[in-house]
DNA sequence: GTAACTTTGTGTAAATTCAACACTAAATGA
DNA sequence: TCATTTAGTGTTGAATTTACACAAAGTTAC
């Protein structure tokens, strides 16, 4: 049995944002080898005595200057040869982020960084591709059984923009009457008393998430759950 | 920025098993320290060369001669001081045996293993105890949209074995009738030419579960899927 | 050998949920 | 004021889910 162990530990996150009706992914180009000038996803090696979730954070602060408004593990990567240099095993998380953080303030450690759009994506350094396609999968499972996709609107929408953000991430027209229908019958979202004005049309009124009732709910054995065929 | 890291990197398994109507877990007695004679998860740490997977099913071997018959990740556990001697991240694994794999072999590593059910666990070493909890709550999810029960059943089967699977696992009552219905609906189970006589009582058809139906039907769009109140 | 017991196997009706579908309301701009 | 855009709303038939009880086929004890 061999006594020493030399393998690195380092975090890498996907964070989606969703803009102008697509959902976007958080990139940064690489200053170095291997891969350099290739885009990849944020993350680097974990500190000795840091939590995995904290270097995410710091992470994606030090590289990109995004704050993350859900922060959840997705999966660890671990094949021997994924790093051509090391063996480097990644613990990968899956973040979302509201428009109010999607400004970039990029720094020494990435030359670049850049929102995405998933269907416009380059190619990836390492295995970063097949990471993305996790997390993306995971995106599209959970909004159906948590209510996470609010985590990428503002605070206040319109309804119609909660019903675009699940179309696009799940890439299906879903029929508005029943969409709605079954959302409000969630008694989740709460009525502000402000109003939206499109550039035309009618004005549409704003709702907000009300997480409170939501762990309420949640408690009293409520689930969270919508499907369209 | 620190460049040198030395973190270790473990890989740890929850291996459930169903006998005389529990659910069990496999567990090894350490035998050094720390935590010298606690009860612990079969685990080590990886190799420099193979892959995680490869990690835990030779750790799994080594530990206690068995054999997995299903293993997916679980969740990577990385909090600073959860071993006291070095930061050791633990990669855990979430397995599942079929009755014709139960037998233990000790050998050198563990002084001892055992099938503990899980209302009868021992205090666990580490943060076994969480691990643990994680797999079962990933467990208890599963079986509802993943046909992945049937790993704990012998081959064959009769029906009423996966009804009380089930009702073990998700620790409640589930109607009989709507419980058949609903499987059968599915046609992924095939009947066989056999039976099972119980020590008293009706004999009973044995039924196999069809992996081959079930790949087809989810390309097609299939999607297992049980609920009960 | 029959009565008591145990486990398997099966159907229906009412309630609920889901799916499909189209028009009116309120604003803007030409 | 007419054309255009987006918001907002109900109904009906189909499908699914739930609740519920008794007969069938064997074993065991007397």
Redesign the interface.
Known sequence: M?IS?????AVDAVVFGYQQKELSVLLIKRGIEPFKGAWALPGG????????EHAVERELLEETGVTIDYLE?L??F???KRDPRN?V?S?TYFGLVSPNHFKISANTDAAEVQWFPIHELPKLAFDHTRILTTALQRLQNKINYQPIGFELLKKEFPFSDLENLYQTILNQKIDRRNFRKKIMSFGILTETDKIHQPSSGRPAKLFKFNAKKYKELEKKGFHFEIKFA
């Open positions: 061999k162990q030399n393998i690195k530990v090696l974990v500190l000795e005595n840091e939590s995995l593990q999966y660890t671990g094949t021997p063996r095993i613990v």
